[in-house]
C-alpha cells in the first residue's frame, strides 16, 4: 500500500490542542472537522491539502489530550499520513485505530522541506523523496499493528474477533 | 528478571510473560469515558453495529468536560452519552451532582482499584496509578473496542524510577515535584514508559499529592505514573463507597527487588523551592524565585491535577482572613462533589467565599478553556491545572502559569505571582 503526496511541514510537540482547540472538541462530523483542524496555527490548512498530502514533524507530535478528535481531523482533512521523528503515545495509537498511517523516520524528517514530493510504501519501509531523489526506510510495523492497519483500523479486528 | 508494577500488573493481566516492547492483548477491569471521548465511541459502536456490550459492570460514564451543559450542543452530547448509558445499563454512569471531574472521582468511589487495568478516554486517566493500578489514556476508538470485547490491545512500556528523598521546604508540594521533575525531563522525556514514583518524601506528604504528580505523568509523556501500595494507599481504597458495599478483592502489583528500569532518577527534594510552569509548556518550569512582577487577572484552583481536599485547605490557609487583589477573578474548582461535600463540613468554601472567590461547581470547564471562566486576550492566569498550551484556557493570546495551590492562593492576594510568605 502506497501513500503519495507533497510535504506540509511543522515543527515538533505540535499538541492536540493546537490540532484541535477545546472549543472544537464537541464536533464529530467529518467535514466539520476537517474546517478547524490545525487552524491556531494555520487558518487555512484545510485549503492547502490536497487528498493524499504528508505532515512531516519533528519531535513529539501529537503530544498532550488525548481527543480521537485531533487525528480524526487530520484524516479528515485528506492527509495520507504522519511521518515525524518521534510522536506522542496516545496520539500514536489513536491514529493506528483509526486507519492513520504515521511514521517514525529522523532522517526522512531532517531532509525534508515543505512542498516536496513523498511517496510512502507502508509495508515496503520505505519513504522516498522524489523532489530530493532520496530514499529513507523506516521499522516495520509490529505484526499486531499491521494487522490493525491492514484491516483499516481497529474496527476491523473488532468484528472478527466478535465474529460478525 | 524482576517485573516492575505495571509489568506485573500486564503479566497478570495477559497471563503470559512479557517484555518491554511486546503488545499484548489484556482484559480491562474498567473502560472509561467523559461525555466527548464517549460521544465518539458510541457514534464508532453504532458504525461498528454492536448492539451489546462485553460487560456493563467494567463502563464508566463521567460527564464533566463541559458540563453542566454549556450550551446546546454540549447538552446534546451529554444526553446521547445519559441515553446510551440507560440502555445498556451501564453500572458506573455518574450523573452531574453525584460525580465530578472523572479522574478524582475514580478513585475516591473505588472505581478502580490496586493491581487493576483501566483505560480511560481522556490523557490524564493516569492519575489512579497513584492507587497502584495500570490505568492509562487512549483514545475513542480504544474505548468502543473494550466496550465491545472487554480488552484492550497494549505495549508493555519500559519502566522508569523517580526516586524522591530528602524533608520537603515550607509551601512545597507534591505539585511541585512533579514540575522539578518535568523541568528534568521535559514533555518527551518519559515517551512510552511507565514511571513509578518512590522515596521517603511520600512518607511526609498526604496520599493526595501522589494524585497531582501521577496526574501529570502524561505531561513527560508517560503511558502511567504508579506508586507502590502501603498503608496510606490501603486505608484510602477500603474507606470508598464500592469498597464499603462490596468489599471486593483486589491483587496488589508489588515491583520486584531485580525488577529493570530504563530510566532512573534520584531527587534531593530539599532544595526544591515552589516551582511555576511558565507559557506555554508545562515544562518550561522556573524556581518561584525566578518569576518576578507576573501580574495575573485570573486564579484558578482545583481541577483534576489539584482539586484535592488537601489542596482546597492548603489554598485555604493563605485566604484565611485576607482579600483577593483587586482586579483579580479567583475560581475554586473543587475535584469532586465528595470533594466538595468534604471542604463544607471543614468550613472552606465559607473562608473562599469571604476572600471573593468563586466556589464553583466540580467541572473541567475553566482548565479546557471550555466555560466558567475562560481567559480573553492577553489576560495571565496562575492555575493548578496540568497544562499551559497556548489557547489551552481560552484565547491564543492568553498566558497561563502553573503552581501549587498555595502559590496560586497567594498570587490571587497578591496580583502577581508570588508565595505565601509574601501574603
Ligand atoms: S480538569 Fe482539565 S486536565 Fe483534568 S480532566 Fe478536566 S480538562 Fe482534563
Known amino acids: ?164 | 528478571m524482576g517485573y516492575t508494577i505495571a509489568e506485573k500488573i500486564l503479566a497478570e493481566h495477559a497471563g503470559t510473560e512479557v517484555t518491554p516492547g511486546q503488545i499484548v492483548n489484556v482484559p480491562v477491569d474498567m473502560a472509561m469515558a467523559n461525555e466527548l471521548s464517549a460521544a465518539l465511541a458510541i457514534k464508532e459502536l453504532n458504525k461498528w453495529g454492536i448492539e451489546k456490550l462485553a460487560d456493563p459492570e467494567k463502563v464508566c460514564l463521567i460527564p464533566d468536560h463541559f458540563s453542566p451543559a454549556k450550551d446546546i450542543n454540549a447538552a446534546g452530547i451529554a444526553k446521547v452519552v445519559h441515553d446510551f448509558a440507560r440502555k445498556h445499563n451501564v453500572k458506573w454512569y455518574l450523573e452531574v451532582g453525584r460525580a465530578g471531574i472523572e479522574h478524582a472521582v475514580i478513585p475516591l468511589e473505588g472505581i478502580i482499584l490496586p493491581g487493576q487495568i483501566m483505560i480511560g478516554g481522556d490523557s490524564h486517566t493516569c492519575t489512579a496509578g497513584a492507587v497502584n493500578s495500570f490505568s492509562t489514556g487512549v483514545g475513542s476508538t480504544d474505548i468502543a473496542a473494550a466496550w465491545a470485547t472487554g480488552e484492550v490491545w497494549l505495549k508493555v512500556p519500559r519502566s522508569a524510577r523517580l526516586i524522591y528523598n530528602g524533608k520537603l521546604r515550607p509551601h512545597v508540594y507534591g505539585k511541585d515535584l512533579i514540575l522539578h521533575t518535568l523541568k528534568d525531563l521535559g514533555t518527551a522525556g518519559a515517551t512510552y514508559m511507565a514511571i513509578e514514583f518512590q522515596g521517603d518524601v511520600f512518607d511526609q506528604l498526604p496520599i493526595w499529592d501522589r494524585f497531582t504528580m501521577a496526574n501529570m505523568a502524561i505531561e513527560a509523556g508517560a503511558k502511567t505514573g504508579l506508586f507502590r501500595f502501603d498503608d496510606k494507599t490501603r486505608e484510602l481504597v477500603e474507606s470508598t463507597p464500592r469498597y464499603l458495599v462490596d468489599q471486593p478483592e483486589y491483587h496488589v502489583a508489588k515491583p520486584d527487588d531485580n525488577a529493570v528500569y530504563a530510566l532512573e532518577r534520584v531527587y534531593d527534594v530539599s532544595d526544591i523551592e515552589p516551582q511555576v510552569a511558565c507559557p506555554f509548556s508545562p515544562d518550561n518550569v522556573r524556581n518561584i524565585s525566578e518569576v518576578k512582577d507576573v501580574k495575573i487577572d485570573q486564579a484558578v484552583i482545583g481541577s483534576c491535577t489539584n482539586g484535592w481536599l488537601e489542596d482546597l485547605r492548603r489554598a485555604a490557609e493563605v485566604f484565611r482572613g485576607r482579600k483577593v487583589a483587586d482586579n483579580v477573578r479567583v475560581i475554586i474548582l473543587p475535584g469532586s462533589q465528595r470533594i466538595a461535600r468534604q471542604a463544607f463540613d471543614e468550613g472552606l468554601p465559607q473562608i473562599f467565599i469571604d476572600a471573593g472567590c468563586i466556589f464553583s461547581t466540580s467541572t473541567c470547564g475553566p482548565c479546557i478553556g471550555g466555560h466558567m471562566g475562560v481567559l480573553g486576550e492577553n489576560e495571565v492566569c496562575v492555575s493548578t491545572t496540568n497544562r499551559n498550551f497556548a489557547g489551552r484556557m481560552g484565547h491564543l493570546s492568553s498566558e497561563v502559569y502553573l503552581t501549587n495551590p498555595a502559590v496560586a492562593a497567594a498570587s490571587a492576594v497578591l496580583g502577581r505571582i508570588g508565595t505565601p510568605d509574601e501574603v
Open chain 1, 1 to 164: 500500500m502506497n501513500i503519495k503526496g507533497k510535504v506540509y511541514r511543522v515543527g515538533e510537540n505540535i499538541n492536540t490542542d493546537v490540532i484541535m482547540p477545546g472549543r472544537w472538541c464537541h464536533l464529530t462530523d467529518d467535514a466539520e472537522l476537517a474546517e478547524h483542524c490545525m487552524e491556531d496555527l494555520d487558518a487555512d490548512f484545510h485549503k492547502k491539502i490536497s487528498k493524499g498530502d504528508v505532515i512531516v514533524a519533528d519531535d513529539n507530535f501529537g503530544c498532550g489530550s488525548s481527543r480521537e478528535v485531533a487525528p480524526l481531523s487530520i484524516k479528515a482533512s485528506g492527509i495520507g499520513g504522519i511521518v515525524a521523528k518521534s510522536f506522542a503515545r496516545i496520539f500514536y495509537r489513536n491514529a493506528i485505530n483509526i486507519g492513520l498511517p504515521i511514521f517514525e523516520s529522523p532522517e526522512c524528517v531532517e531532509a525534508t522541506e515543505a512542498g516536496d514530493e513523498l511517496e510512502i510504501d507502508m509495508f515496503g519501509g520505505t519513504i522516498i523523496n522524489h523532489t530530493k531523489g532520496r530514499e529513507f526506510t523506516f521499522a516495520p510495523f509490529p505484526p499486531f499493528m499491521k494487522t490493525i492497519i491492514e484491516k483499516g483500523g481497529l474496527k476491523g479486528w473488532v468484528l472478527e474477533k466478535l465474529g460478525k
